[in-house]
């Protein structure tokens, strides 16, 4: 068994799922429209039809989601302060040499800016859960947006 999909808060994916930003609640919720989903697409309208047999085409439910407070806490601690580095790299003779192209210093890190970024679509939600693999769930930001996380982005090289 296998769920992977790339979810943002401005469309819906191929098979109907989105984030939504619910500032009255204080979370994330990742929902699923059955409507949403591109029905024209063989692939998918076989996948809606065993969903459909399973489950249901409804709401799912219990509704996943984040917690304002446990994302400001958990991502809080771990990107608050941290370096983007592009580089290129190489194998020569079994060792591998990098070629540093860019390195940035990325800092202050409001939580309502990472929200305003889920709205804007700026931050994608990617899940990658496998039967006996799983990689779990990350929030990605789209390249160029680091200024809209972060309050202080200082290039460095």
Not at 122 to 142: E, S
């Amino acid at each position: 068994m296998s769920f992977r999909s790339t979810t943002s808060a401005t469309e819906y994916t191929k098979r109907g799922f989105r984030i939504a930003v619910d500032r009255d609640q204080g979370k994330l919720r990742f929902i699923f429209d059955s409507m949403k989903a591109n029905q024209t697409d063989s692939e998918i309208a076989s996948w809606l039809k065993s969903i459909e047999e399973k489950v249901g085409l409804g709401p799912l439910n219990p509704e996943p989601y984040w917690g304002f407070e446990d994302l400001r806490y958990q991502i809080g601690s771990k990107i608050k302060n941290c370096f983007y580095v592009v580089a290129d790299s190489k194998v020569e003779d079994k060792r591998e040499y990098f070629l540093y192209k860019n390195l940035s210093i990325l800092s202050g890190f409001p939580f309502e800016k990472f929200i305003s970024c889920v709205e804007e679509g700026a931050i994608l939600v990617d899940f990658d859960a496998r039967t006996g693999h799983n990689h779990g769930t990350k929030f990605r930001i789209r390249q160029g947006r680091w200024t809209s996380l972060y309050s202080n982005v200082e290039r460095v090289i």
